[in-house]
């Protein structure tokens, strides 16, 4: 059984885990998300996207 889950909600899932469970405070989980935010408006956007797109690829492997 394969399951389609989006890396935002795989993040999502991490940083109110980082909250309940390590304490991290959430004003921090907002500027980091904030901080995304802003940097995909740059032109460092399309090398972030690529990078992570070949990680994502290289960790779920070819299913052929």
Do not use: Q, Y
């Not at 959430?26 to 992570?52: K, N, Q, R, Y």
């Amino acid at each position: 059984m394969t399951v389609s889950l989006p890396l935002v909600v795989l993040l999502g899932f991490f940083a109110w885990g980082a909250v309940k469970f390590l304490g991290v405070r959430t004003w921090i989980v907002v500027l980091i998300a904030l901080f995304g935010f802003w940097l995909s408006d740059t032109s460092m956007a399309p090398a972030i996207e690529s990078g992570t797109r070949s990680g994502v690829d290289t960790v779920n492997g070819s299913h052929d």
